[in-house]
């Protein structure tokens, strides 16, 4: 966890240590002492606004660069922050007033692989006009959908009967778009985000 809030720090802390198969193995105020204490972490609950100065894009990008998928952590009252973090590779957003059950679900989530898909994330992207677009073809919008949605290439080419390898050109294809937009997604759960922030699947679609 990264908190500048010591009563944030322990609450939660202790919320996560009472379950079974999570732990807190650290805690920090800022991203640097937590990678001074430890660099293996499966995830890292992030605070996006810290009173070292920080910002969400070099924080992320500490965290990003060593693998760490990363869960922020915010009041959400700033709507701009959401955005910064979005755009530098947090996995998902949670608001600070979620009720426990809900941050349990949300870290699971994301140590299974999945991003966490919420109101705050959607909402802050939708109101954002200079989030950059990516201008894809119906076919590619299509397997996109279905791609992203947790369908394997061969279902995808089955359902829009193409052959596997279509779809494994249309996916690159999308990918490079994305990458032209300084929208990278090169995981398939990138792709599956992508898909949220430009609509084209619902928030908390189940793309198991």
Request: glycine share 6%; aromatic share 4%.
């Amino acid at each position: 966890m990264v908190d500048d809030h010591p009563a944030i720090m322990l609450g939660v802390g202790a919320i996560l240590n009472a379950q079974p198969d999570l732990h807190v193995v650290a805690a920090a105020a800022s991203v640097q002492e937590l990678i001074a204490q430890t660099q293996r972490l499966d995830c890292v609950l992030l605070d996006l606004r810290l009173a070292d100065g920080s910002t969400p894009t070099a924080n992320l990008a500490a965290l990003t660069a060593l693998a760490i998928p990363v869960l922020v952590y915010t009041s959400g009252d700033r709507s701009d922050l959401i955005r910064e973090a979005t755009r530098a590779g947090a996995t998902g957003v949670l608001r600070k007033s979620e009720p426990p059950d809900v941050v349990v679900g949300a870290i699971r989530s994301l140590l299974r692989g999945e991003p966490v898909v919420t109101a705050e994330w959607a909402a802050a992207l939708d109101f954002d006009p200079d989030f950059a677009t990516v201008h894809l073809s119906p076919r590619e919008a299509e397997v996109l959908t279905l791609y992203a949605s947790g369908e394997t290439a061969e279902r995808v080419a089955a359902l829009l009967f193409i052959s596997r390898e279509t779809v494994h050109d249309h996916v690159r294809r999308i990918r490079a778009k994305y990458a032209a937009a300084d929208r990278p997604a090169l995981t398939k759960v990138d792709l599956y985000r992508r898909a949220v922030e430009d609509g084209l699947v619902p928030q908390g679609h189940d793309h198991s």
